[in-house]
């Protein structure tokens, strides 16, 4: 498994081995011994699955507030997805900035998003299936988002009218948004 990082500290695209033949491939999509040879260790417990039917789903940007903030592991198995993530870690040299992926069931790239970072993603085409690992359990009461157009982050979605859920439509933008993460902090 090859391990990239991105822009941002802990922030890691993934790319695994595909073995195919005439049946199809066989890789693995997790190996807990190749994360703790780049010295990441995470302990998940949690894996999740979402369907997206229509081209432009955009799901995000969201976070969970510390104690209960979550490390993702995020990958296509059906479909494809424009990946966002954004640096929300007061003090950080990259606060604000933000950073985007194509992750396809064909690349088969994975993205690892770090505590700490909001996380969102739209759908590029229809039926598509995201799963993810996470290493602490959904909390209600920390769960937060961020606005996914908001001015000043500017992403770039590259989608006409993205369909949202009524959650996510009301957001706040990141300057107004609750948030407990300090750069260098461990959580």
């Not at 985007?100 to 229809?126: M, W, Y």
């Not at 996914?148 to 300057?175: F, G, R, T």
């Amino acid at each position: 498994m090859k391990i990239s990082k991105t822009k941002f500290d802990e922030a890691y695209v993934l790319e695994p081995k595909v073995y195919g033949d005439h049946r199809g491939f066989f890789m693995e999509s997790y190996n807990e011994q190749a994360f703790n040879e780049k010295g990441i260790n995470i302990n998940f417990i949690q894996d999740n699955h979402s369907l997206s039917q229509t081209p432009g789903t955009l799901r995000g940007l969201h976070y969970q507030l510390n104690p209960k903030a979550q490390t993702k592991l995020i990958r296509v198995t059906k479909g494809a997805i424009y990946d966002v993530i954004v640096d929300i870690r007061k003090g950080s040299p990259t606060y604000g900035e933000w950073q985007g992926f194509i992750l396809t069931s064909d690349n088969k790239r994975q993205l690892l998003v770090p505590k700490g970072f909001a996380h969102g993603f739209c759908t590029l085409v229809e039926n598509t299936e995201v799963q993810y690992k996470v290493d602490e359990l959904y909390s209600p009461v920390h769960d937060r988002g961020i606005a996914w157009d908001d001015p000043k982050l500017n992403i770039d979605w590259s989608v006409a009218e993205a369909i949202l859920s009524e959650k996510d439509k009301n957001h706040p933008v990141l300057d107004d948004a609750e948030n407990n993460f300090e750069y260098g902090r461990k959580n």
